[in-house]
């Protein structure tokens, strides 16, 4: 049975998740083809990479410091087959900064 807590955690996960996605991505995407990647998979093994997750989640939600959110893309990428689908990589890493 869901509760309210389970509840309020689910919306407040989709909509950081959501406002992440929906930011514009084009100079990830233009970045990644550039260098013969797929814009849609997420990879931690380059560090410009994580670096404009990190600024982006920060640009977008202050509220998560740039420590936690490195804390959990690693956590993502320790636990993930890499590279990652984007969305579902940034539902991990949104879900995780939720807990911290």
Same mark, same amino acid.
Request: charged share 25%; proline share 3%; net charge negative.
């Given at each position: 049975?869901?509760?309210?807590?389970?509840?309020?955690?689910?919306?407040?996960?989709?909509?950081?998740?959501?406002?992440?996605?929906?930011?514009?991505?084009?100079?990830?995407?233009?970045?990644?083809?550039?260098? /013969?990647?797929?814009?849609?998979?997420?990879?931690?093994?380059?560090?410009?990479?994580?670096?404009?997750?990190?600024?982006?989640? /920060? /640009?977008?939600?202050?509220?998560?410091?740039?420590?936690?959110?490195?804390?959990?893309?690693?956590?993502?990428?320790?636990?993930?087959?890499?590279?990652?689908?984007?969305?579902?990589?940034?539902?991990?890493?949104?879900?995780?900064?939720?807990?911290?």
């Amino acid at each position: 049975m869901e509760t309210v807590l389970d509840k309020n955690f689910t919306m407040a996960l989709d909509a950081d998740l959501t406002m992440v996605i929906e930011n514009s991505w084009a100079s990830y995407d233009r970045k990644k083809l550039s260098e /013969g990647g797929d814009p849609c998979y997420f990879s931690c093994k380059t560090n410009w990479e994580v670096d404009y997750l990190v600024g982006k989640i /920060g /640009g977008i939600h202050p509220k998560y410091s740039e420590c936690n959110s490195r804390k959990a893309i690693k956590m993502v990428c320790l636990a993930s087959s890499i590279p990652a689908k984007r969305e579902q990589f940034l539902e991990q890493v949104m879900g995780i900064l939720q807990l911290l």
